[in-house]
């Protein structure tokens, strides 16, 4: 059983920084890959960042150059760095753990989710 909570979230203007953080409890953290996804109002939750248990990455192409996942398995915890935000990127920000070490990018794919954590982005 994976618990996940997430912290980090807030107003910020274009062009400006977050740090997300997603807080893990449970045994089989460092064999999990870790995921970030994120709902925008009216549309449907979508893959953003994932890594595996050894530490491989893979964005979605919307974000690539400006965020950066992370983890520190000591600490089981995730991060989402990012940068150059935009207008775009506001959402509801999921943190999400798989049963498996490999990096995924389908909701179907992860089966334990944070509550989220607010993001919006200001002109």
């Known amino acids: 059983q994976v618990q996940l909570a997430e912290s980090g979230g807030g107003l910020v203007q274009t062009g400006g920084s977050l740090r997300l953080s997603c807080a893990a409890s449970?045994?089989?953290?460092?064999?999990?890959?870790m995921g970030w996804f994120r709902q925008a109002p009216g549309r449907e939750r979508e893959f953003v960042a994932a890594i595996s248990w050894s530490g491989e990455t893979y964005y979605t192409d919307s974000v690539k150059g400006r965020f950066a996942i992370s983890r520190d398995n000591a600490k089981k915890s995730v991060y989402l760095q990012m940068n150059n935000l935009k207008v775009g990127d506001t959402a509801v920000y999921y943190c999400?753990?798989?049963?498996?070490?490999?990096?995924?990018?389908?909701?179907?794919?992860?089966?334990?989710w944070g509550q989220g954590t607010q993001v919006t982005v200001s002109s």
């Open positions: 449970g045994s089989i953290f460092s064999f999990t890959a």
């Open positions: 999400a753990a798989r049963s498996g070490m490999l990096v995924r990018v389908t909701l179907d794919s992860y089966v334990y």
